[in-house]
């Protein structure tokens, strides 16, 4: 129920906020992509910026490939004029981000983590050690015996459909910010092919896609995953402080974050950094057995 947000452990009556043994790059995989890796919030702004939202209406958007319209995207931001109306104005609009991210997406992340937890521990043993792939198979498995095969099907694809789409989302945002950190850091690629961003876009977007189909050649599928994820955590460790620098920089007075939010960016940057730290390390002491940085061949030889 709730108290295994707060790693209370029903069956012993007691916290264990850590299982013994627990596989470190699993939790940090878990851990970082609660969420979705992070990247989705890392992207709020374009989106905001892409549909015409807020100061959005002057930067511009990037087109979709079909689209006859050839908006001029800028390359760096705009400050609109401090008054007293604009403020109120500003207020407005991040009212609507706050709501979107405290209501939306933070409850939903939470729904989004225990309910597979949930389901798992509701079906399998929770003594039982299950490596790798051999997850999938032993909760089809223990859900075929209770609740038939038709139970186990629907449970598969409406998994499959929400991881799908999670990565396509992960995926779009993560083309969206690498295209974004071109356009703004070259002036040779922004007027590259007659200065239409769409070009750099879909072309990153491209080669994303073209890695990901070899990829999967590379490494088992939840390797993949659990590097990828991850991966985000040293993402969010990076955008932790990359966001407090730029805010705390570039904007007004006005419009810098309070000081709960610059110690809750920093707090995020420790958080994340060190679960990436524990995942390369296998644990507080480097462990050559379960650190990532030890077992890289491993991971990715195919087994």
Known sequence: GAVGFVGFDVQSNSFVLLPEGADWQR???????SGAGGVVNLMVSNWTRDKGYGM??????IPAAASGAHPRLAHVGSIFTITPENLAKWRGWWRIVQIDQYLIFFLGALVGMGLP????????????AVPGLSVMAELGTAMAARGGVAFTFMAALLGAWILFKTQLVILEGTVRAIADLLWSSSHRIRHWRGGDVRAIYYTVLAIAVVWGMVALRISQPIILLQVGANMAGVVLVISSIHILYVNTTFLPPELQPPLWRRVAL??????YGSFVYLWLMGGLLPNPDTGFLFNIPQYFSGR
Request: aromatic share 20%; hydrophobic share 60%; charged share 10%.
């Open 266 to 271: 920093i707090a995020t940057a420790l958080f």
């Open 56 to 61: 959005g209406k002057i930067t511009g958007y």
């Open 27 to 33: 939790i940090a995989a878990f851990a970082a992509y």
């Open 117 to 128: 937890a949930v389901l798992y521990v509701s079906f399998v043993d929770g003594e039982t």
